[in-house]
């Protein structure tokens, strides 16, 4: 019956068409038993009076309801668990579907910007120029191969970052000092690649970077957190996408399910702690902080 009248909708017409089924099935064997009875066995039954009639089938019908009642509650929580299945690879598909589309939402200015530090190196400095060829070679390597990984270990994330932060270096000269302090027994932890990028790319865009007064990012770990945090120099205009780098980190971090990214922002400074993420369990989030402190 369910071959024909599948799904929830039928329920009620799956239920009648099989009392009706089982009630002229069972009137039929019944009376070909007696049928058979009288022509072999010479038993002569008393006819079925109406009476009888709609007792046997009231009877049938509380049996064959019982029984049908607990196959469809048997195939209703089939077919919720099928609809809950359903609805989470549909929710999952979503979710991957906008990660590649914010995982492509890379600084489209990144390779212009070094291709013209590049130009101008080659007249200037030829060992620096083929020294920011190498680490941007790095750099792309590491956005190669994560761009379909929803998340990376932070001891690649900061090898990574490291690279990168050595092409800001070169282009912004002693306009920018970024330091970073990982606490070591964090390292095999999680978080989204490039995280630590689109932090950096804000805040550079954000804010103004001069010789005289520098911009100073510090990265380190934190209460099983990786922290970005620097001094608040805020341009007057800032000038860039209309989703920033920090929607799409919010939004990257959301669908990952992860906890909330905390944001905390005074006039003098600006920190972002990103919740890394323990996949083992075998490390404590919370060790504490490695006193020491890396130079990029």
């Known amino acids: 019956v369910r071959r024909w009248l599948p799904g929830l909708p039928n329920t009620l017409n799956r239920i009648l068409v099989t009392e009706l089924v089982c009630l002229v099935a069972s009137i039929g064997i019944n009376q070909g038993q007696v049928l058979i009875g009288r022509l072999y066995l010479s038993q002569e039954d008393p006819p079925m009076t109406l009476e009888n009639f ?17 196959f469809e509650a048997v195939y209703q929580q089939y077919l919720l668990r099928l609809s809950q299945k359903q609805i989470n690879e549909l929710l999952r598909q979503q979710a991957e579907n906008k990660l590649r589309v914010l995982r492509g939402k890379i600084n489209p200015h990144f390779l212009f910007n070094s291709l013209n530090t590049v ?111 620097n001094n608040r120099q805020p341009k007057t205009q800032t000038f860039g996408p209309e989703t920033t780098e920090l929607d799409t980190l919010f939004t990257r971090f959301g669908l990952l399910g992860n906890k909330e990214i905390d944001m905390e922002e005074t006039e003098t400074r600006f920190r972002v702690s990103l919740p890394l993420q323990d996949v083992n369990n075998s490390t404590n989030p919370s060790t504490p902080l490695n006193t020491a402190y890396e130079k990029v």
């Not at 709609?54 to 607990?70: A, F, H, Q």
């Not at 989204?192 to 865009?205: E, F, S, V």
């Open 119 to 229: 130009s101008s190196l080659l007249y200037k400095d030829a060992g620096k120029a083929e020294n920011f060829v190498e680490e941007l070679s790095t750099v792309y390597r590491y956005l190669l191969r994560n761009y379909d990984d929803d998340l990376t270990t932070l001891e690649n994330e900061i090898k990574f970052i490291r690279s990168y932060a050595t092409l800001l270096h070169i282009r912004f000269e002693g306009s920018l000092q970024i330091s970073v302090q990982p606490n070591p027994g964090l390292l095999p932890f999680r978080v989204p690649p490039t995280a630590l990028q689109l932090l950096l790319d804000y805040i550079i865009r954000t804010n103004i970077l001069s010789a005289a007064k520098p911009l100073s990012i510090r990265i380190y770990t934190d209460q099983g957190c990786l922290v970005v945090e």
């Open 54 to 70: 709609l007792l046997y089938s009231v009877n049938l019908s509380l049996v064959v309801l019982l029984i049908t009642g607990v």
